[in-house]
């Protein structure tokens, strides 16, 4: 029998649900990019301290949104042509500093083997030595750090051919142009210091929301045993919902990605019953999720499964209770 057949949808319902469609893309990009225009502009005429950092948290949060959006031209689910999702992935990620071929080769490979020890996105599990301390740790507190250097350098070297290698490159030239021509245009006009705060404050409190959002979406879900049950959805709130494109129902980009972000919330409700019946990893908040992962630091294989066992006892405890209850 096929392990995923209780949560599969109709070929008609997932044809509908991969059709892409341009508006929503044409809604949200803009009014994203006018609103951290508008928080860069609050952010640089202030004078209210207050102000100022609360433009620069609004401005990391939003980051986190075109990078979801960026994330959907990883899997060419942003746009109908290929050549747009790529052009609009290189775009996005030059004031993060990272190479888009990078993320989206990595990013295929943690979809191809979520969940795995050749998942290049599984760096919470381990022996609990200090050194999976110090990557877990450290990728909360310096995640921005060493994001640059490994999709820059160390994926790279470890990966590429010569084809990728030189999108790779060209993607840091054109990077390396316009960080100068920006850099060269602050010194003229006196604003060195102030620029570089405005463009990099926020981009290290993206990388703190993007430490809650990465790991919550699959720390402490089922080892090896796939996409459906080695991912976590988030239900969250229709804030996180609206500005970070869906990527909370996290569980049905994982067994369909090739559905775009604005069908996500209607794929989690199809496949809803067979989610429940599989005992799939759903939780409320990223931040619960997150604290908890702080607390308990990396996993091991052994604790992972003390802590589902627990986890399970817990949800059969509760069906109980309600069936009670109902009779």
Not at 27 to 44: D, Q, R, S
Not at 142 to 165: C, D, E, M, T
Not at 196 to 208: G, Q, Y
Not at 297 to 311: A, C, D, N, S, V
């Amino acid at each position: 029998m096929d392990a995923m057949a209780d949560v599969k949808i109709s070929r008609e319902d997932l044809k509908r649900l991969r059709t892409q469609r341009i508006m929503p893309n044409l809604i949200k990009i803009p009014l994203f990019v006018g609103i951290m225009v508008l928080l860069t502009w609050a952010a640089w005429t202030t004078d209210s301290g207050l102000l100022r950092w609360s433009a620069y948290i609004g401005l990391g949060y939003l980051w986190m949104g075109i990078v979801t959006f960026m994330h959907d031209a990883t899997h060419n689910t942003l746009f109908e042509k290929k050549w747009e999702n790529w052009v609009f992935g290189i775009i996005a990620m030059i004031p993060l500093m990272a190479s888009f071929i990078s993320f989206k080769e990595d990013h295929m490979d943690h979809h191809r083997y979520n969940r795995s020890y050749k998942d290049p996105d599984a760096f919470t599990m381990g022996k609990r030595r200090i050194a999976d301390f110090i990557a877990f740790y450290g990728y909360i507190v310096a995640g921005a750090v060493l994001s640059f250097v490994h999709f820059n350098f160390i994926y790279p070297i470890q990966r590429f051919n010569r084809r990728k290698w030189a999108i790779h490159l060209f993607e840091t030239f054109l990077k390396v142009v316009c960080y100068w021509a920006l850099i060269v245009w602050a010194q003229k006009n006196g604003v060195l210091a102030k620029t570089l705060e405005v463009w990099l404050v926020p981009v290290l409190f993206f990388a703190l929301f993007n430490s809650m959002r990465f790991i919550a979406e699959h720390y402490e879900t089922p080892w090896n045993e796939g996409q459906l049950l080695g991912s976590r959805t988030v239900t969250s709130n229709p804030v996180h919902s609206f500005f970070w494109n869906n990527i909370n129902w996290h569980i049905g980009h994982h067994v369909y990605p090739a559905i775009p972000w604005y069908n996500l919330i209607e794929l989690h409700n199809l496949m809803k019953p067979g989610l429940e019946a599989r005992g799939a990893i759903i939780d409320k908040s990223y931040l619960g999720v997150f604290l908890r992962a702080l607390v308990r630091g990396p996993e091991t294989e052994e604790r992972l499964q003390k802590i589902l066992e627990k986890r399970r006892a817990r949800a059969a405890g509760v069906v109980q209770t309600t069936a009670a209850g109902r009779a």
